[in-house]
């Protein structure tokens, strides 16, 4: 029974195209998140959702577009794909309170690869 | 601007010596600190954390030690498994922009040999 899941796992498209990456969890966490790990290996924060709510939007292109259609969903949808959105996108999921850090579950990653 | 940083990106030990992973931040706001293992073609797994009132946390095999005053954590594991080779990421937490944030080192690849 996986945790925080995500599909697709390889995604392979074309520049210009619009793609969408699926991310669920069953922890019953209020807070999902959206990483992307680059070619130089570092992970980043690009969104994260409280309860359904947009609590951190990091300087990424308005070309992707968070949407979290319930608590246990949040889904990234990218416009106009570039080459060098070329990344492995990593879903996570945790529990949040105001002062208190809760570790973060994360999904197998998604390899988006754009020709 | 790495606020976190794991300067060795690899390490390789002897099954049952001691691996140590060091990692070191720019940042004092940051108040936690969070230890990931991760596996190829795996997410990240959290594997042990620390708060800064602390200086020591232990969890069986694994220790994580921190240092405020010099900035620095580090990651104990003993005796080392050849299980234990995975990618380990350091991050540290802190109100960043309004917002809790985890900012992540770039990791440190462990191999252990049996």
């Known amino acids: 029974d996986t945790a925080v899941s995500q599909t697709p796992k390889y995604l392979v498209t074309q520049m210009g195209n619009d793609k969408s990456i699926k991310c669920e969890q069953n922890l019953g966490h209020d807070t999902m998140y959206w990483y992307k790990q680059d070619s130089k290996k570092f992970l980043k924060i690009m969104f994260s959702y409280n309860n359904k709510e947009l609590i951190i939007n990091e300087t990424v292109p308005n070309r992707f577009s968070p949407k979290s259609p319930d608590k246990a969903h949040l889904n990234l949808h990218i416009n106009s794909l570039e080459l060098g959105d070329s990344a492995v996108y990593f879903c996570?999921?945790?529990?949040?309170?105001?002062?208190?850090?809760?570790?973060?579950?994360f999904g197998p990653g998604t390899r988006l690869t754009v020709l | 601007d790495q606020q976190v940083k794991q300067n060795s990106p690899s390490l390789s030990v002897q099954e049952g010596r001691i691996s140590i992973l060091n990692c070191d931040y720019t940042n004092s706001m940051f108040d936690y600190f969070l230890w990931y293992k991760k596996y190829p073609a795996e997410g990240p797994t959290f594997l042990i954390s620390?708060?800064?009132?602390?200086d020591k946390n232990e969890d069986g095999r694994f220790t994580v030690f921190l240092n405020k005053s010099a900035k620095h954590l580090s990651l104990h594991i003993v005796p080392s498994q050849p299980g234990d080779s995975a990618v380990y990421f350091c991050?540290?937490?802190?109100?960043?922009?309004?917002?809790?944030?985890?900012?992540f080192g770039k990791g440190t690849k462990l191999t252990v040999n049996p």
């Open positions: 620390i708060s800064s009132i602390k």
């Open positions: 996570a999921s945790s529990h949040r309170l105001a002062g208190v850090m809760y570790e973060q579950f």
């Open positions: 991050a540290a937490s802190a109100i960043l922009g309004g917002s809790e944030k985890l900012v």
